[in-house]
């Protein structure tokens, strides 16, 4: 889809379970892992943005399982700004083997921006390159 970005995880073998799949923890840290390469694909590392006085919490977390993965598989997290607004983003991922072309994981999260003190701060106003970069893939989004 237009404005999707896509993200490539090898499954390892420590990922996995007794009954040989993936644990079903690892995919919640695979939305992390593509997130903070996302960012830092759009000009953004989270070190950075961070050194900057801003942090970004997750607010909200859901994740559907819809089939299991194993060992040595290749997972692409495809990620889509569902909304984003001055103090929060939220963001949809869909997690698919790249070999069956099956959906493993559905997912979403909802992250807000606070400075060094925990308080709500604008990303418009303390990051506006990345606000924009960000704004600009919403429109891409929404065509």
């Not at 995880?9 to 420590?14: E, G, P």
Request: glycine share 6%; charged share 30%; aromatic share 14%.
């Amino acid at each position: 889809m237009q404005g999707d970005w896509l993200y490539e995880h090898k499954v390892q073998y420590y990922e996995t379970d007794m009954m040989g799949i993936v644990h079903h923890s690892n995919y919640i840290r695979w939305f992390e892992e593509a997130r903070v390469e996302f960012l830092k694909d759009l000009g953004f590392s989270y070190k950075e943005m961070e050194a900057r006085g801003v942090i970004s919490p997750i607010l909200y977390i859901a994740c559907s399982y819809r089939s299991s993965s194993s060992f040595d598989d290749i997972i692409k997290v495809r990620i889509r700004i569902e909304k984003l607004g001055a103090y929060k983003l939220y963001l949809r991922y869909e997690l698919f083997n790249s070999k069956s072309g099956a959906i493993v994981v559905l997912g979403e999260t909802q992250q807000g921006f606070l400075d060094l003190d925990g308080k709500p701060v604008s990303l418009k106003k303390a990051e506006p390159s990345l606000y924009k970069a960000l704004k600009e893939r919403v429109a891409q989004d929404n065509v």
